[in-house]
């Protein structure tokens, strides 16, 4: 059985693999016992299944599993996850920018005792200042809005202890946001600071919609407050209905002749109630949504072909 796991999700990072193996394997030569590299394919349009087929037929450690299609970052890193047979797993991503050359001292924090060791960016190296704004301010209003503490400024970068592997494997929910899963589980935890190198080299495969998608689906897991929201919505419209109400009534009573009702008035009273309730339905849908998905029960991923895990069994939950 391997002492260690490394899980990395790959979607079209053709460009990047062969250096992400040289670094990986210089960092696996360092390590005191035995490794597993796990490489996922998330359903990749490019060479890199192929790719990865060659290096798993050069070196033994590394292991693939290809999805069926594209399920999506957190879904390819899940499948890792379930294969996963190390005592300390650690996920990292494709394009190198989380440097490999961190996971030591990831490992000793492991050793100390902790059962997560997060990477945290104190500072990203030349990313757009629209994507450093964008996530700034999510990864605030998520800890603001959020039931459990998720640390700002983590990705999905970082160690985890096999108890906590396990915990996650159980849990059925199909919309993974492993930071917040990672966070709610508890346990010991702590940080590790780095900076966050740019890509080693190819596209950026989340697209705004994908970050988009991540962030709502991290803030609808992670809190009512939303819900809530239309509560106040509602109470805040019914307040200002009352006072127009008595707005009305007293120019009614000693103004006889003002001339206020004009159509305007009226359209723009029907347009921000009607508004108010088109969001509260909303947020409504984006929930039920969620309880629509999970109560269908469908696996979270499929998968086409999978290699380098028959020496042992492993556990697959789909
Ligand atoms: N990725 C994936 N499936 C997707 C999108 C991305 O497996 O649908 C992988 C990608 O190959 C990379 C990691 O997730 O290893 C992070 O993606 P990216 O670098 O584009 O995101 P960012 O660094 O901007 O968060
Ligand atoms: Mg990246």
Redesign the pocket.
């Known amino acids: 059985m391997p002492q260690y796991s490394l899980i ?6 053709e460009e ?1 693999i062969s250096e992400l193996y040289r670094r990986v394997s210089e960092l696996m030569e360092q390590l005191d016992s035995s490794v597993e590299l796990i490489l ?1 394919n ?2 990749s349009r490019d060479r890199s299944l192929y790719m990865m087929r060659e290096l798993h037929q050069k070196d033994p450690r590394v292991c693939y599993l290809s999805l069926a299609r ?4 957190q879904v ?2 899940t499948a890792g996850l379930n294969f996963a047979r190390g005592e300390a797993i650690i996920i990292l ?3 190198l ?1 989380d440097p490999p050359e961190l996971i030591p001292q990831m490992l000793d924090k492991w050793r100390e005792g902790y059962h997560v060791v997060y990477a945290q960016r104190i500072k990203r190296n030349k ?1 757009s200042w629209f ?1 450093r704004f964008t996530a700034y301010v999510f990864y605030r209003i998520l800890r603001r809005l959020a039931d459990v503490d998720i640390p700002a400024d983590t ?1 999905d970068f970082c160690l985890m202890d096999r108890q906590i592997v396990d915990i996650l494997n159980r849990m059925p929910e199909r919309s993974r946001y492993i930071r917040g899963l990672r966070a709610w589980i508890g346990f010991r935890q702590t940080a590790v600071k780095f900076e966050r190198d740019p ?1 080693f080299a190819g ?4 697209t705004f919609r ?2 988009l998608s991540l962030a709502l689906n991290s803030l609808i897991a992670f809190s009512r407050v939303p819900l809530r929201l239309s509560i106040y919505l509602g109470l805040f419209s019914a307040f200002l209905s009352a006072c127009m109400a008595l707005l009305v009534l007293y120019w009614r009573l000693h103004q006889p002749n003002s001339s206020l009702t004009g159509l305007a008035t009226i359209l723009i009273a029907v347009f921000f109630f009607g508004s108010v309730q088109l969001i509260s339905i909303g947020i409504l849908g984006e929930y039920i949504g969620r309880i629509y998905e999970e109560v269908k029960g469908r696996p979270i991923y499929t998968l086409a072909e999978v290699a380098g895990f028959e020496s042992s069994s492993c556990s697959v939950n789909s």
Do not use: L, M, T
């Open positions: 990395i999700p790959i979607y079209n990072e990047n996922i998330d359903g594209n399920f999506g970052h390819a890193v991503d494709a394009d920018q990313e994507k990705g890509r596209e950026v495969k989340y994908k970050s």
